[in-house]
């Protein structure tokens, strides 16, 4: 398994993220391989601290970007001037099957865009979408789309609900996914339009591959009633990054022991999955730390070792 980390475009400086796969290196299968994309002043730094470290290991590899996409750039257009970016290179590198998964803590709105321009869609899907697990009372949910697109359709969010449904097939091996829609009240004619053109077909287009169980207000999103949550990117961003601001004040206030083994710590979670591309595309949060992109990479392990990405088309294919 070949894993691309770009190191660039984040918070977290990257020698502090690259020591952070070191770490992990010795606990994962000696097959897994890593290569780093970063900026030559970056990739020095590395070299001169872990000098020992990358001697002796043939697993780590490292790919020069000229440019960066910073948090702050306009994502397709950043995508589109910076072909040589850490980012840009690195779907690249995923869509000439140089590497088998991508993780990225840059610019979501670019990564997004690159994985949507250079990657080819599953069939009959119009638009990606970012998946997060959140924590819940039966299991982790997950929340569709996060942060892909801030603008939608009824036909997006169904085309969400069929690919959250897959994915928790695939991650948690439940047969019959439930599936509910983000809204601000349990009855069909509540919300927008669209989300009441959603519901209409949901509800009547039943599926032995998911059960939908209508709508779910935010302060039952954890309860575990359902297994996927679709919304938009706009909201699901809202919502993501609430609910990261409640469990840092939670967790804020435990002792350090009881906040490391914490549930709803963050870092005990993987970042975003992309939906939609052919390709394994995994977006961390843009402060993440050493040990929560760790997590990320566990997870990009287990969902090539699980054939995620053809598992998903397939089945978004069937439906």
């Known amino acids: 398994m070949r894993i691309g980390v770009d190191l660039m475009g984040g918070d977290t400086p990257p020698i502090d993220l690259f020591e952070g796969v070191l770490h992990s290196l010795e606990a994962l ?4 391989e890593f290569i780093f994309f970063a900026d030559a002043l970056s990739i020095d730094s590395i070299r001169s601290r872990f000098d020992k470290d990358l001697s002796k290991s043939k697993r780590l590899r490292f790919f020069q970007a000229q440019e ?7 994502p397709l257009q950043a995508v589109r001037s910076k072909p040589l970016s850490s980012l840009v290179l690195g779907v690249q590198s995923l869509k000439k099957d140089e590497i088998d998964a991508f993780i990225s ?4 709105g670019a990564l997004v865009a690159a ?3 250079f990657l080819q869609k599953f069939p009959g899907i119009r638009r990606p979408a970012l998946l997060a697990l959140l924590p819940a009372k039966l299991g982790p949910v997950a929340l569709i789309d996060v942060g892909g697109h801030v603008s939608f359709k009824a036909e997006h969010l169904v085309q969400f609900a069929r690919m959250g449904a897959s994915f928790q097939q695939v991650y948690r091996n439940i047969s019959c996914p439930s599936i509910g829609i983000l809204n601000i009240g349990t009855e069909p004619t509540k919300g927008t339009s669209e989300l009441q053109k959603t519901w209409d077909f949901l509800d009547t287009h039943k599926s032995g591959k998911m059960r939908f169980v209508g709508n779910i207000e935010p302060a039952h999103l954890l309860d575990g009633e359902v297994d996927v949550l679709v919304t938009d990117g706009f909201t699901g961003n809202i919502i993501l990054k609430t609910a990261e601001g409640v469990s840092a004040y939670i967790l804020g206030s435990l002792s350090e022991e009881d906040r490391k083994s914490h549930p709803i710590s963050q870092v005990e979670y993987p970042g975003a999955f992309i939906c939609g591309v052919d390709g394994l595309v995994i977006k961390c949060h843009g402060n993440a730390t050493a040990k929560a992109l760790g997590r990320s ?8 070792k699980r054939d995620l990405i053809e598992k998903l088309k397939k089945s978004v294919v069937e439906e």
């Open 29 to 32: 299968n000696s097959e897994v």
């Open 68 to 74: 960066i996409i910073f948090m702050a750039d306009a």
């Open 105 to 108: 803590c840059g610019n979501t």
């Open 115 to 117: 994985s949507t321009l």
């Open 297 to 304: 990479v566990e997870a990009a392990v287990l969902f090539l």
